[in-house]
């Protein structure tokens, strides 16, 4: 259910810039003070401008300060079937609880809470308790709480309480120091002009515009020149099929054996992104298992702070021994 | 061999493409490696007779950098597939996390075929390895060749599929099914990450 923090989504990884600097500072005071500042804090933005990153980097910072803050961070989505399964058990009150229990809620994606009249009620009702206990919630959505179709008004209301603030568009010299710094991080070497001419293409999703540092990065590795700012306006701009067939591309290295083609940079990228995604489901995957023991044994009135110092780490060695280790203390004691 | 090891936090799969000589294994992998930027790959050493055809084996080592914590590796290795080359093929098989049959969808090539994987499966028992359960895919190779020539993918998994897993048509010439066919095998080894995998 719960995904634990990507540890490349900080804030130093974060590319500050004139469109986000506002929910930058939000969120850092929010990760210095969690509870104390803007609860909850609510931010918004297009798919692609970082709301995701700017969340995990708020959950990391909170931890470096304090290691014992209980931090969770998950998805509206995750939210909802965590609920859901949680009924469906009869251990409504140890889902309540659960939550209860944490210092900082991170939840991603709020936008989803649309005409779930059921969640919105539960959210509120944790809102309410995290806030009188003086436990920070952030959320994150793609619009802003008003424009979340069929939100209960008071949601709206509490929301409004905190923060609301909202992550515009990079502009051009954000999208310039995005793409120095990512090139950078990936240890590739551009001329300047060869950034400035992808950051005039106008692409204002973060997102995109790295699939396009990552087309520049694939592209040079097979070549023997550098790009130079033509090229990569035009590789970028998806036009290198016809560059590649008619001027001196570069070629890789072992041609001609090895083809070359205008989609070379994202089918690795594509491969890449999906094993990832698969390596991400199996390797945490134990993690799912343990919460639901939690959530169990809660239920049925089981101190679990044996099974949750297991979540606390990033990798267990062997986690059903775990659970059947506390499965039979519980059944000896 | 240690397919995650928890302690250097570390994903090693080792897939191997296997089939019958000139097939296309070492294409399926120069077009892989044609397409991975520098960064990710290590160098690819491909020992061939003077006419190209495998000799020993082809070696590519893809570092695909830190997936949820774990830095993931994977090494894909062809083997010769001529007939007199079993010991290198039985070499290069141990410690397979998964197999990926590269069939030649010509049909002048179908014993070729049938004889390559059941040496395959005689390979991996010797091991004592049941190939039911190792995750193995099939591509269909040459698939661009005149379809007079060739076998259509169905007829081709009619003859070699009989388990009925994944199986993909290619064209590894110009890549296509070749990162189609990585994928395919690519998660069915990471399906069998969960607990109870081999831990170093």
């Known amino acids: 259910m719960t995904v634990t923090l990507n540890p490349l989504y900080r804030f130093d990884t974060f590319v500050v810039g004139a469109a986000n600097r506002l929910a930058v500072t939000a969120s850092k005071a929010v990760a210095e003070s969690p509870g104390t500042v803007y609860n909850p804090l609510f931010i918004y933005a297009r798919p692609g401008l970082g709301k995701t990153h700017l969340l995990m980097a708020i959950g990391h910072a909170a ?28 251990h409504g009150e140890a889902y309540r609880k659960r939550f209860l229990d944490v210092d900082l809620l991170l939840v991603d994606d709020v936008q989803f809470l649309t005409h779930r009249r059921e969640m919105q009620a539960e959210l509120l009702r944790l809102t309410d308790a995290l806030q009188t206990a003086n436990r920070q919630i952030v959320l994150t959505s793609d619009r802003p709480p008003a424009e979340i179709e069929a939100l209960d008004e008071r949601l709206i209301r509490r929301f ?131 919460k639901a023991a939690i959530l169990r044994w809660q239920g049925e009135g089981f101190r679990t702070a044996q099974l949750e110092a297991l979540l606390e780490q990033e990798m267990v060695a062997d986690p059903e021994r775990a659970l059947r280790v506390f499965e039979e203390d519980v059944e000896r004691l | 061999m240690s397919l995650v090891n928890f302690t250097a936090r570390e994903i090693t799969c080792k897939i191997v493409y296997y089939g019958p000589g000139r097939s296309g294994k070492t294409t399926n992998l120069q077009y892989v490696y044609g397409r991975v930027p520098e960064s990710r790959r290590g160098r690819m050493v491909s020992l061939a007779t003077q006419t190209d055809r495998t000799l020993f084996f082809d070696f590519l080592p893809l570092e695909l950098g830190a997936i949820s914590g774990f830095t993931t590796k994977f090494q894909l290795y062809t083997v010769p597939g001529q007939s007199y080359y079993n010991a290198t093929r039985k070499l290069v098989l141990q410690g397979a996390d998964g197999v990926v049959f590269v069939g030649d969808s010509q049909a002048r090539r179908f014993d070729d075929n049938l004889e390559s994987l059941q040496n395959l499966q005689d390979n991996l028992l010797a091991q ?50 070749v990162f189609e066919t990585l994928r395919g095998i690519s998660e069915a080894v990471l399906k069998r990450l969960a607990v109870g995998s081999p831990v170093a």
Do not use: C
């Open chain 1, 63 to 90: 931890r470096a300060i304090n290691p014992r803050l209980v931090v969770e961070y998950l998805t509206l989505d995750e939210f909802v079937e965590a609920f859901h399964a949680a009924i469906a058990a009869g």
């Open chain 1, 160 to 290: 409004a309480g905190g923060l609301i603030i909202d992550v515009a568009a990079p502009d051009y010299e954000t999208r310039v120091a995005i793409l120095r710094r990512k090139a950078e991080e990936r240890r590739a070497t551009f001329g300047e002009e060869v950034l400035e001419a992808v950051a005039t293409l106008g692409i204002d999703n973060v997102r995109e515009l790295l699939g396009a540092l990552n087309r520049l990065i694939a592209f040079q590795a097979v070549g023997d020149k550098p790009l130079t700012p033509e090229q990569a306006r035009m590789l970028v701009g998806g036009e290198v099929g016809e560059t590649t067939e008619t001027t001196e591309q570069p070629t890789a290295p072992t041609a001609p054996t090895v083809p070359s083609s205008p989609s070379a940079p994202s089918e690795f990228d594509d491969f890449l992104s999906e094993i990832a995604a698969s390596v991400a489901q199996q390797v945490d995957a134990w993690r799912g298992r343990v």
């Open chain 2, 128 to 177: 004592g390895v049941d190939i039911r359960q190792l995750p193995v895919v099939f591509q269909y190779n040459k698939q661009d060749l005149p379809s007079d020539l060739t076998l259509s993918h169905e007829e081709m998994d009619d003859a070699l599929n009989f388990r009925a897993v994944p199986s993909f048509a290619a064209d590894a010439l110009h890549g296509n099914g």
